[in-house]
T-cell receptor, first 114, second 119 residues
Framework: GESVGLHLPTLSVQEGDNSIINCAYS??????FIWYKQESGKGPQFIID???NMDKRQGQRVTVLLNKTVKHLSLQIAATQPGDSAVYFC?????????????WGAGTKLIIKP | EAQVTQNPRYLITVTGKKLTVTCSQNMNHEYMSWYRQDPGLGLRQIYYSMNVEVTDKGDVPEGYKVSRKEKRNFPLILESPSPNQTSLYFCASSSSAGIRGLRQYNEQFFGPGTRLTVL
């Protein structure tokens, strides 16, 4: 079946540098995407979302880019900090036929090196 | 404080001994959901509920039951737990699943997780 996937399971970044976490999706009907952050021992926490009618959305230090042509989603974190160390999940929502359920990727672990 | 709570946080049990993991939210959310999280598999949805007395199967419902008798509570029941149900379980709630057009219409708030071990 169709699913959300991630290119890299683990990403190490120097503190202060920018990081990019990638996500591929295969369901062309998906029209809403979300990034979640999960710190050790905690539940996932919403970071940012984007609708399919947008290419880019910015938050505080985070930017999500959506390329519908190649079905690719990325999360950019600027000036990474130790608190950014976590597992990041992308999730897609494939619309009313699925009761708006989310399909989750396997996650990428981001490690911030001091 | 707005939150989703789960109990217990940790549980070790034996095969076949019925157990219930409770979930409660104080945000008056209509939508609630249970996920299990296993290494390398991300989050997989077990059951979800669009509102009181409305529940539906997710991707991996086998071996689980749920009920939604009141809006704030959504317990997960394992009638006869087996070792393959050893996992980390998360409950989540959302205010507006199915209501499109809102900025964060599908943002789900997660509980802290319940780590279950079935021996």
């Amino acid at each position: 079946g169709e699913s959300v996937g991630l290119h890299l399971p683990t990403l190490s970044v120097q503190e202060g540098d920018n990081s990019i976490i990638n996500c591929a999706y295969s369901n062309s009907a998906s029209d809403y995407f979300i990034w979640y952050k999960q710190e050790s021992g905690k539940g996932p926490q919403f970071i940012i979302d984007i609708r399919s009618n947008m290419d880019k959305r910015q938050g505080q230090r985070v930017t999500v880019l959506l390329n519908k042509t190649v079905k690719h989603l990325s999360l950019q974190i600027a000036a990474t900090q130790p608190g950014d160390s976590a597992v990041y999940f992308c999730a897609e929502n494939i619309g009313p036929d699925s009761n708006y359920q989310l399909i989750w990727g396997a996650g990428t672990k981001l490690i911030i090196k001091p | 404080e707005a939150q989703v709570t789960q109990n217990p946080r940790y549980l070790i049990t034996v095969t076949g001994k019925k157990l219930t993991v409770t979930c409660s939210q104080n945000m008056n959310h209509e939508y609630m959901s249970w996920y299990r999280q296993d290494p390398g598999l991300g989050l997989r949805q077990i059951y979800y509920s669009m509102n009181v007395e409305v529940t539906d199967k997710g991707d991996v419902p086998e071996g689980y039951k749920v009920s939604r008798k009141e809006k704030r509570n959504f317990p997960l029941i394992l009638e006869s737990p087996s070792p393959n149900q050893t996992s980390l379980y998360f409950c989540a709630s959302s205010s507006s699943a199915g209501i499109r057009g809102l900025r964060q219409y599908n943002e789900q708030f997660f509980g802290p997780g319940t780590r279950l071990t079935v021996l």
